[in-house]
C-alpha cells in the first residue's frame, strides 16, 4: 500500500469520525431538549439553558453580570429587577444617611474602659459631639428644608423614620463588622445609625464553664449572672452539663476571634474570611455554595433512607434529625411518603421541608410565638418547656437541637423555607453583638418604652422596679427578677441604665437561653460556624429563606418551552393569567409545579432537580381534550399544559387548579 493510499484512508476515517461526532452531540442535543412524551423543547436563548450546572455554577456565571446597589441596605442587585430583594426599596428611590465608625479592638478592653455609673455615661454621651443625634424631621428641618421635604416625594426620598419594618432590619445589617488589623487580628467595627446615644453592646457566645465563670464577674459587672440560676442546661450527657453555656458578654469585653460556638480559629483564616465578607452577596453565595458542595457525603458512599408519614411528618423528622450520628449528618437524603407513588427525584424533598417548615412554627407545637405583628417574625418560645407536648420521648431543647439541625440540613441541600424569624434570633446564631435598638424588632412598644426611660428626667415617678412581669403558659401572670432581689430595688435615675442593660439582656438572651443553645448547637452539628462568618443576618435570612416576593418577568425569562407551543397563543394566555394573580396565588401555583413556596436566592434561575443540579420551569405543551386540567411534574419543575383552544378554558383550569390541595404524589 503506497502513501498515498494510506493518505486517502486516513482522511476518509477522519471524515466519518468527524459525522459521527457530529451525530452524537445532535443526538445528545435533541436528548436534552426534549421532554418525556417526545415533544422537543424550545430554547428561547440556548445560553440560558444549561443541563448539567449547579447552583454554585450560576453565580460563577453571574458574576459579571450588572447589578445596583440599594440606597437603603446597600445590597447589590441585578440589574433587571426594579425592587431590592432584601429589604424591597425601589430601585430608582434615594436614602442619605449620616453615619459614625466605632472600632472595639481586643486589645483595648481594660478595667479603665469598664462601663461608668449611669450619671456619668450620661454626661458622656450628651459631650461627644461625634455622635448621632436622632430627631423627628418636624424638629430637623427648616422652613426651606420643609419644602426640599415636600419636594422629596416626587424624586423618591426616603428619610429613616420612613422605613418599613423589613427596611430598618435590613438596613442595620451595616451596624457591625469584622475587621482585621495589622496584625490579622479580627476586631467589631460599629457603624451608628441615627442614634441619639450609643447603646451598650453585647454578644452571644457559647463558652466553657471553667474559663466562664471566673470571667463572667468581669465581663458583665452584674451581679445577677454569679448567680447560680444563670447555667444553663444543654442537650449534652449528664457529665458535659456543666462544661458548655451561653455567655452575654460586653463588646468591649469581647475576643472577636472567638466563635458564637466558643471555637477559636487559626489567625490565618480570618483575612480570608473578611476578604469573602466584603464581597457582594452573590461572590459570597458562590463561595458558600462551593464549600458546602464539600460537606456532602458521596452518594456511592452511603446515603439515607427516609419513610415518612404524612400525618406524622413533623413528629418523625425530629426523631430522624436528632439521632443522626457522625457521618450521617451530612449523607444525602431520598425521602418517602408511605402509600404514595411518588419517587424522590427532587419535589418530595422539596414538599417535606415545607411540611416540616411550617409545622415548626405552628402554635401547638409550642418551638416558637410571633414576636412581631408588623413583619410576622417568629422567636424562640420562652415558655417552651410546658409549650412543647408534641413527644414524650422528647424534650423541648431536644426538639430546638432537632430544629437546628433540620436548619443546617436545609442549607446543605440548597432548601428554602417559609421559617420567617426575627432579625434577633439571625444574629444570635451568628454572633453579631445586640444592642437597645434590636428591641424595636422585637416588640416597637417595650422599644418606645425603654427610650422613654432613657429620655425622662422622672424616671422615679414610673415606679419600677428591677423586674419583669411575664406569662406562663397556661396564662398565669409572673414576676422574674432581672437582678438578685431585683423586685425590691426601686429604678432611679442613678441606675436607670443599668435598668435598661438588664431589661435588653432578659428579652434578647436571658428568657431563651437554654432554647438559643441548643439551636446554636444543632445548626453547627451541619454546619462548621466559619462558613457563616462572612454573612450578615439579614443574608443568611436570605440563603435559608430564599426571596419574598415571586417576580413574574423572572419567572417568564427562566422557562423553557416545548417546540408544540411555539406558535400557539397558549403560552401567552398562561402568562397573562399568572401576572393577574394574588401574591397567595402565586405561592399556590408555584407550590403545585415545583414541591415548594419559595423561590431560591437565584430567582428562578436557580431551580433544581433532586441532585442539585438547575432545572428550569418548563412548559410542555399537550393535546388537548375537553374536561383536561394541567399536570404537575414537580420533581422536574415541569407542567404539561393542554393546549386549549381558548383563553377562558385556561382561565379556568388555572383556577380550578389553585383551589386544589397541592401536596401529595398519589398522580404525577
Keep these: 500500500m503506497d502513501s498515498q493510499t494510506s493518505s486517502e484512508i486516513v482522511f476518509l476515517v477522519s471524515i466519518a469520525t468527524l459525522f459521527l461526532c457530529l451525530?452524537?452531540?445532535?443526538?445528545?442535543?435533541?436528548?436534552?431538549?426534549?421532554?418525556?412524551?417526545?415533544?422537543?423543547?424550545?430554547?428561547?436563548?440556548?445560553?440560558?439553558?444549561?443541563?448539567?450546572?449547579?447552583?454554585?455554577d450560576v453565580e460563577d456565571l453571574l458574576s459579571d453580570v450588572d447589578r445596583w446597589e440599594c440606597p437603603v441596605c446597600s445590597f447589590k442587585n441585578v440589574?433587571?429587577?426594579?425592587?431590592?430583594?432584601?429589604?424591597?426599596a425601589k430601585k430608582d428611590c434615594k436614602f442619605v444617611e449620616p453615619s459614625n465608625e466605632i472600632e472595639h479592638f481586643n486589645k483595648s478592653y481594660r478595667h479603665d474602659l469598664a462601663r461608668q455609673s449611669s450619671q456619668n455615661r450620661l454626661s458622656r454621651q450628651r459631650s461627644n459631639p461625634s455622635l448621632l443625634f436622632r430627631q423627628s424631621s418636624k424638629n430637623r428641618?427648616?422652613?426651606?428644608?420643609?419644602?426640599?421635604?415636600?419636594?422629596?416625594?416626587?424624586?423618591?426620598?426616603?428619610?429613616?423614620?420612613?422605613?418599613?419594618?423589613?427596611?430598618?432590619?435590613?438596613?442595620?445589617?451595616?451596624?457591625?463588622?469584622?475587621?482585621?488589623?495589622?496584625?490579622?487580628?479580627?476586631?467589631?467595627?460599629?457603624?451608628?445609625?441615627?442614634?441619639?446615644?450609643?447603646?451598650?453592646?453585647?454578644?452571644?457566645?457559647?463558652d466553657n464553664e471553667e474559663d466562664s465563670f471566673d470571667t463572667l464577674k468581669i465581663k458583665l459587672m452584674s451581679p445577677v449572672l454569679e448567680d447560680a440560676e444563670a447555667q444553663v442546661p444543654t442537650l449534652e450527657t449528664e457529665s458535659q452539663l456543666t462544661t458548655k453555656r451561653l455567655t452575654y458578654v460586653p463588646i468591649e469585653a469581647v475576643d472577636a476571634a472567638k466563635l458564637v460556638t466558643g471555637q477559636m480559629l487559626s489567625e490565618g483564616l480570618?483575612?480570608?474570611?473578611?476578604?469573602?465578607?466584603?464581597?457582594?452577596?452573590?461572590?459570597?453565595y458562590a463561595w458558600l455554595l462551593h464549600q458546602v458542595a464539600d460537606l456532602v457525603l458521596p452518594y456511592e458512599v452511603g446515603y439515607l433512607q427516609m419513610r415518612?408519614?404524612?400525618?406524622?411528618?413533623?413528629?418523625?423528622?425530629?426523631?430522624?434529625?436528632?439521632?443522626?450520628?457522625?457521618?450521617?449528618?451530612?449523607?444525602?437524603?431520598?425521602?418517602?411518603?408511605?402509600?404514595?407513588?411518588?419517587?424522590d427525584a427532587g419535589a418530595i424533598q422539596r414538599e417535606?421541608?415545607?411540611?416540616?417548615?411550617?409545622?415548626?412554627?405552628?402554635?401547638?407545637?409550642?418551638?416558637?410565638?410571633?414576636?412581631?405583628?408588623?413583619?410576622?417574625?417568629?422567636?424562640?418560645?420562652?415558655?417552651?418547656?410546658?409549650a412543647f407536648k408534641f413527644s414524650e420521648m422528647m424534650t423541648d431543647l431536644d426538639a430546638y437541637r432537632a430544629a437546628g439541625r433540620f436548619i443546617g440540613r436545609a442549607i446543605l441541600d440548597g432548601q428554602v423555607l417559609p421559617l420567617h424569624f426575627n432579625p434577633t434570633v439571625?444574629?444570635?446564631?451568628?454572633?453579631?453583638?445586640?444592642?437597645?435598638?434590636?428591641?424595636?424588632?422585637?416588640?416597637?412598644?417595650?422599644?418606645?418604652?425603654?427610650?422613654?426611660?432613657l429620655e425622662t428626667d422622672s424616671v422615679e415617678d414610673l415606679t419600677l422596679t428591677f423586674s419583669v412581669t411575664s406569662y406562663t403558659q397556661d396564662g398565669q401572670v409572673t414576676e422574674i427578677d432581672l437582678i438578685p432581689k431585683g423586685s425590691q430595688i426601686l429604678v432611679k435615675e442613678s441606675n436607670k441604665y443599668d435598668y435598661i442593660d438588664h431589661m435588653v439582656r432578659y428579652l434578647l438572651f436571658g428568657r431563651c437561653e437554654g432554647q438559643l443553645l441548643a439551636l446554636i448547637q444543632g445548626i453547627h452539628d451541619i454546619l462548621p460556624p466559619e462558613l457563616l462568618i462572612p454573612l450578615d443576618h439579614k443574608e443568611l435570612e436570605l440563603v435559608l429563606c430564599g426571596l419574598t416576593d415571586i417576580d413574574t418577568e423572572d419567572w417568564k425569562a427562566n422557562t423553557v418551552l416545548s417546540v408544540n407551543l411555539k406558535d400557539t397563543p397558549v403560552v401567552q394566555w398562561f402568562w397573562e393569567i399568572v401576572e393577574s394573580l394574588?401574591?397567595?396565588?402565586?405561592?399556590?401555583?408555584?407550590?403545585?409545579?415545583?414541591?415548594?413556596?419559595?423561590?431560591?436566592?437565584?430567582?428562578?434561575?436557580?431551580?433544581?432537580?433532586?441532585?442539585?443540579?438547575?432545572?428550569?420551569?418548563?412548559?410542555?405543551?399537550?393535546?388537548?381534550?375537553?374536561?383536561?386540567?394541567?399536570?404537575?411534574?414537580?420533581?422536574?419543575?415541569?407542567?404539561?399544559?393542554?393546549?386549549?383552544?381558548?383563553?377562558?378554558?385556561?382561565?379556568?383550569?388555572?383556577?380550578?387548579?389553585?383551589?386544589?390541595?397541592?401536596?401529595?404524589?398519589?398522580?404525577?
Design 79 to 88: 440589574v433587571d429587577r426594579p425592587l431590592c430583594c432584601l429589604c424591597g
Design 23 to 56: 451525530g452524537g452531540i445532535a443526538k445528545y442535543c435533541t436528548k436534552v431538549s426534549t421532554g418525556d412524551g417526545g415533544y422537543p423543547l424550545h430554547q428561547p436563548v440556548l445560553s440560558n439553558f444549561m443541563p448539567g450546572l449547579k447552583r454554585g
Design 352 to 386: 417535606w421541608y415545607m411540611l416540616v417548615s411550617q409545622a415548626l412554627l405552628t402554635e401547638e407545637v409550642g418551638l416558637f410565638v410571633q414576636a412581631n405583628r408588623e413583619d410576622h417574625s417568629y422567636i424562640l418560645n420562652p415558655n417552651s418547656k410546658e
Design 426 to 453: 439571625f444574629k444570635a446564631i451568628l454572633g453579631i453583638p445586640l444592642t437597645m435598638d434590636d428591641i424595636e424588632c422585637l416588640d416597637s412598644t417595650v422599644y418606645k418604652s425603654l427610650k422613654y426611660i
Design 308 to 343: 415518612a408519614q404524612r400525618e406524622s411528618v413533623f413528629h418523625e423528622a425530629l426523631e430522624n434529625l436528632l439521632h443522626l450520628k457522625s457521618i450521617e449528618l451530612c449523607a444525602i437524603v431520598r425521602l418517602q411518603f408511605l402509600n404514595e407513588k411518588g419517587v
Design 270 to 284: 480570618w483575612p480570608l474570611l473578611h476578604s469573602i465578607s466584603k464581597l457582594p452577596f452573590n461572590a459570597k
Design 141 to 206: 428641618l427648616t422652613p426651606n428644608n420643609r419644602m426640599n421635604r415636600i419636594s422629596s416625594f416626587f424624586s423618591r426620598m426616603i428619610l429613616p423614620e420612613d422605613l418599613s419594618a423589613r427596611q430598618r432590619s435590613a438596613r442595620m445589617r451595616k451596624e457591625w463588622s469584622r475587621h482585621v488589623d495589622i496584625h490579622g487580628q479580627p476586631y467589631w467595627r460599629r457603624r451608628c445609625l441615627d442614634t441619639n446615644h450609643v447603646p451598650a453592646a453585647f454578644v452571644i457566645q457559647m
Design 582 to 668: 394574588s401574591l397567595d396565588e402565586h405561592v399556590r401555583l408555584l407550590q403545585f409545579a415545583t414541591g415548594s413556596t419559595r423561590v431560591p436566592v437565584q430567582g428562578f434561575k436557580g431551580l433544581t432537580s433532586y441532585d442539585g443540579k438547575i432545572c428550569y420551569f418548563t412548559l410542555k405543551g399537550v393535546p388537548y381534550m375537553p374536561g383536561m386540567y394541567p399536570v404537575a411534574h414537580a420533581c422536574y419543575n415541569r407542567i404539561d399544559l393542554p393546549i386549549y383552544p381558548t383563553k377562558e378554558l385556561l382561565q379556568e383550569a388555572i383556577s380550578m387548579l389553585l383551589l386544589s390541595d397541592p401536596t401529595g404524589f398519589n398522580i404525577s
